[in-house]
């Protein structure tokens, strides 16, 4: 994607079709650190890998939960995805404060979605530089939602986003029709593995990636440290075994000219 | 002679009083109480010169100054009811939820209306019964109407139970209350969803709470000492029919506002189901009211 006449505003069409400023929106997306959501009938689980912006600062967060049935995990721009949190949170509470009930997964994506439609539709904004995966639980089951800056949104039931995305999606694919019979550590363990083939070859330590899960009788939280690194001492010996393959990188041979608002 | 007179501040009531809009005895800001016929000449005085001139000065109280953020009118606010119903019963029973109100409406001590449907099915898996004003339990349909529509639209296998409702109604009764302009109704909410089961009451102050039976008004006093001591867990539908019917009839015979044409409504997983109105049979024949000029010569 190169620069063009058609790209300076968000409001502004190309001749062919495209808003520009929207498919660089999800370009940003691209560019943050990775994130992998899968889901089971009735547990869903989120890891992001949390890249530290020195030696000396602290983690980025990237997984915040937003109700008591409800976490998000985000890749992009951290800024955009803490107030879309927010505003997530606050749909959730006023509902309950209404209702004294869950607000069902669905329409809280909905809503989130209609938000970032809005800035992709005005003159004096721009649209949100960052991507969700809404993992949820309420009466009609376990949900996975990605959000796009484009205000498009899907269930899936798993997905992964952010930088060498790719890797990871190539060994869901390979597994998800497995996933919805799985137990909750079996989850976890895919989501860290899907993690892992993101991080190439670098060393997968508990210490730099953040696991969350949200199910029945679970409400969403964050795995500890030492939990995770256990299931990682796990993975690792498993790979001694002959059958698990190794997925090869895959070039993210997209075309450059389809407009990827559909994806 | 203007420096002594009080100013337009000083004359801030605390509360309105229905005298002409004149505060008695209000504070004013030298620290001494502002008499009535002050407040009579400074408002004469405003609308004098508001008359003449086109203006009048602003220490000088010539329009009310609006310090709140909603300014009471006594006249309107905290209504009286006018067409009443009286008491709903509902109870908990195997299949889902029972419930039981007359078909009356009181103008006062006249007995009005005598077909008014006071339980209503509220979506899939609700019935909501009132007693009190009945325009205001009709303010409270189109409210549901229109909460019930939306959730509909979004057709997304989500519905909301008796629960969601019964919490909705809570906060549209609380917050009229406390702008002193109440429906002035006490509600029922009875429902299944998913196998549960829920009752629930809403006063007009917006107090709820949740039980396994029920009743509002008069039916607080006569009917739930009865569903105290004789209703049981998992009744069938004739068992919960007849001990309503029992609260029923004592209702009928001791309250005053009640009347012999009952409708009886129920609330199961399948659905909801308001049956026809019917009425029970009374006994008058008790000795004591034989020969009523027995004991009186004259009487009638």
């Known amino acids: 994607m190169f620069r063009n006449q058609y790209d300076t505003d968000v409001t502004t069409w190309s001749p062919a079709g495209r808003l520009f400023q929207v498919e660089y929106a999800m370009e940003a997306v691209k560019q943050g650190s990775a994130a992998v959501g899968l889901r089971s009938r009735t547990h869903v689980a989120l ?141 976890i363990k895919d989501a860290l593995i899907a993690i892992k083939e993101t991080l190439q070859g670098e060393t997968l330590t508990s210490s730099i990636c953040t696991v969350a899960i949200v199910g029945v009788g679970e409400p969403f939280h964050i795995i500890d440290q030492q939990t995770i690194q256990e299931m990682i001492d796990t993975i690792e010996a498993r790979e001694e075994s002959p059958y698990y393959e190794r997925t090869i990188e895959i070039q993210d041979g997209r075309n450059p000219d389809a407009a990827p608002m559909e994806i | ?32 109480p502002i008499g009535v016929p002050t407040q009579v000449v400074m408002r004469a005085l405003g609308q004098f010169l508001h008359g003449c001139l086109g203006w009048a000065p602003p220490w000088v109280n010539h329009e009310q100054e609006m310090y709140f953020s909603t300014w009471i009118d006594w006249e309107t606010s905290c209504r009286y009811p006018y067409v009443t119903g009286t008491s709903v019963i509902g109870i908990k029973y195997k299949d889902g939820v029972l419930m039981a109100a007359d078909t009356g409406g009181s103008y006062g001590s006249t007995l009005r209306y005598k077909s008014v449907e006071r339980i209503k099915p509220i979506g899939k898996h609700s019935l909501l019964g009132a007693s009190g004003e009945i325009s205001d339990f009709q303010e409270l349909l189109r409210y549901l109407d229109e909460l019930i529509l939306y959730d509909n639209m979004w057709d997304d296998g989500n519905s909301l139970g008796p629960k969601e409702i019964h919490n909705y109604l809570t906060r549209v009764m609380y917050n009229r209350r406390n702008k002193f302009n109440p429906l002035w109704n006490s509600l029922v909410l009875g429902g299944v969803k998913n196998g549960q089961k829920y009752l629930g009451v809403v006063t007009m102050l917006g107090a709820h709470f949740e039980d396994k039976h029920v009743a509002t008004g008069f039916g607080n006093h006569l009917a739930v000492p009865i569903l105290r001591s004789e209703w049981k867990e998992d009744m069938n539908f004739e068992e919960a029919v007849k001990l309503l019917e029992k609260c029923l009839l004592v209702l009928l015979y001791r309250d005053r506002s009640s009347i012999n044409k009952f409708q009886i409504a129920k609330i199961t997983e399948e659905g909801a189901t308001i049956y026809p109105a019917y009425s029970l049979k009374t006994f008058w024949g008790f000795s004591a009211f034989q020969n009523p000029a027995k004991c009186a010569e004259g009487t009638w």
Request: proline share 5%.
């Open chain 1, 47 to 187: 890891a992001t890998v949390n890249k530290a912006a020195s030696t000396l600062s602290s983690h980025q967060r990237k997984v915040f939960k937003v109700d008591d049935h409800v976490g998000v995990a985000i890749a992009g721009l951290t800024a955009d995805g803490r107030v879309l949190s927010r505003y997530l949170r606050n749909e959730c509470i006023n509902h309950n404060f209404v209702y004294e009930a869950p607000l069902p997964v669905g329409r809280l994506v909905v809503r989130l979605a209609d938000k970032a439609q809005v800035c992709t539709q005005r003159s004096w904004k721009r649209p949100y530089g960052v991507g969700l995966l809404v993992a949820g639980l309420d009466e009609s089951g376990a949900h996975l939602y990605y959000n796009c800056p484009s205000g498009n949104y899907f269930e899936y039931q798993a997905f992964a986003i952010g930088s060498r995305s790719q890797a990871a999606k190539t060994y869901l694919e390979r597994r998800f029709e497995a996933f919805d019979k799985c137990s909750p550590e079996e989850l």
């Open chain 2, 1 to 32: 002679m203007f420096g002594s007179l009080e100013t337009t501040l000083d004359l801030l009531p605390s509360f309105s009083s229905p005298f002409l809009g004149l505060e008695l005895l209000p504070w004013g800001r030298r620290g001494r």
